[in-house]
C-alpha cells in the first residue's frame, strides 16, 4: 500500500499510543520497527511500556490511561486477553500487531497478519465495539474450553508455540486426540440441566479459536450471545470426521454435537478440571460464563482483506487426514 495512502486526515494526527510488545510471542523476535516507523510517521507518538513494570498488561493500561489515546498490543490472543481487564476499565480503543501463534483475535476481525499492514489497519482503521466472554469472573476475547482443548493449552510451552507454530498446534492434537477420554460434565443454562459424557466442551464469545477453528459460522464477537458446543464422540476416532466441521464451524450439524446459543451457562465436573482461555490456562471448574456486551473497542479493517492464512485449524485437518 502506498505510504500516502494510508496518512490519515490532520483532525485524526498527533494521538498518543500505549505500546505492549510481547517479547515472548512467536514473531517477537522479527523486527517491528517499520511499524513504529510508521507510526510516528502519522502522527502517532508511542509510550512504551514494559510490562515487568506492572503487575500485568491490564495494570500498566490503567496507569496510563490518562495520558493516552489508544492501546496498541503486539502479541497473541495471551497478550490480548491479559489486557482485556484493562480495556474494559478504561475503555480505550485498542489495535492489535499480530505476534502470536493462533491470532485467533486478528483472524476474527480480520485483520492483516503482515505487521506492516496491521499497523496501516491501526492508523487508519475504524473502531467496532466487541463483548468479552466471562469465565469466574475473569474476561476472554475468544473461547474458553474444558476438556482436549485445556489439556492441549496445558502441554504446549510456550517455547514450542515459538519453535513449532502452527504445526506444534497440529501435531500435539494428533497425539492427544489418540489419548482422549470422556468426561461427564453437567450443564446448567436457561433452567435446563444435562449431564453429558464429552471429550470437550467449548464456549464461544467471538468466531475463531485454535488458529482458525471456528465455533459457529454465525458467530460474531459483538453479537451479545454466547456459543455453546459439547463433543459427545465415542471414540477418538470419530475426531476425524468431525475435523471439516469444527473447521467451517458447522458441527452444529453432527448427531454427536451438542450445540446451544445463551448468555449464562456454568460447567460443573465431578473432580477439578482446568479451563483454558484465549490458549492458556485461566481457572478450573466449577465455571460460570456470563458476556459483557460492547465492553471494548478495538481497530479494525475498514474494508475486509482479500484472504487470511489457514492457520491451525487446516494443520490439524491435513495432519489427522494423513
Do not use: C
Request: net charge negative.
Amino acid at each position: 500500500m502506498d505510504e500516502a495512502l494510508s496518512t490519515p486526515p490532520a483532525s485524526e494526527r498527533n494521538r498518543r499510543a500505549l505500546l505492549l510488545l510481547n517479547p515472548k510471542a512467536r514473531k517477537g523476535s522479527d523486527s517491528v520497527d517499520e511499524a513504529l516507523a510508521l507510526f510516528r510517521r502519522n502522527g502517532i507518538e508511542l509510550v512504551e511500556a514494559s510490562v515487568q513494570d506492572y503487575p500485568g498488561s491490564a495494570e500498566a493500561i490503567e496507569a496510563h490511561a490518562s495520558d493516552v489515546d489508544l492501546v496498541i498490543i503486539g502479541g497473541g490472543d495471551g497478550s490480548l486477553n491479559k489486557a482485556a481487564a484493562g480495556l474494559a476499565r478504561t475503555g480505550l480503543p485498542f489495535g492489535i500487531l499480530p505476534l502470536g501463534t493462533a491470532n485467533d483475535l486478528a483472524r476474527t476481525l480480520q485483520i492483516p497478519f503482515s505487521i506492516r499492514e496491521a499497523a496501516e489497519v491501526i492508523i487508519d482503521g475504524r473502531e467496532r465495539r466487541l463483548d468479552l466472554g466471562i469465565v469466574n469472573d475473569l474476561y476472554f476475547f475468544n473461547v474458553a474450553s474444558i476438556g482436549f482443548s485445556a489439556t492441549l493449552a496445558r502441554l504446549l510451552t510456550s517455547e514450542a508455540k515459538k519453535r513449532w507454530g502452527v504445526l506444534g498446534y497440529a501435531i500435539s492434537a494428533v497425539r492427544l486426540a489418540a489419548q482422549s477420554r470422556t468426561h461427564t460434565v453437567t450443564i446448567h443454562h436457561d433452567g435446563i440441566t444435562e449431564s453429558v459424557r464429552t471429550i470437550q466442551v467449548t464456549v464461544g464469545n467471538g468466531r475463531h479459536y485454535g488458529g482458525g477453528l471456528t465455533v459457529d459460522d454465525t458467530a460474531e464477537p459483538d453479537d451479545g450471545r454466547l456459543d455453546v458446543y459439547s463433543l459427545e464422540v465415542r471414540h477418538w476416532t470419530e475426531l476425524i470426521a468431525l475435523v471439516p466441521s469444527l473447521y467451517r464451524g458447522t458441527q452444529k450439524h453432527w448427531k454427536n454435537v451438542r450445540t446451544f446459543s445463551t448468555t449464562e451457562v456454568t460447567l460443573e465436573t465431578r473432580h477439578s478440571h482446568d479451563v483454558s482461555a484465549d490458549g492458556d490456562l485461566l481457572t478450573t471448574t466449577p465455571a460460570r460464563f456470563g458476556i459483557a456486551p460492547k465492553a471494548v473497542r478495538a481497530i479494525v479493517p475498514r474494508s475486509a482483506p482479500d484472504h487470511h492464512e489457514a492457520g491451525v485449524g487446516a494443520a490439524i485437518a491435513d495432519a489427522l487426514r494423513s
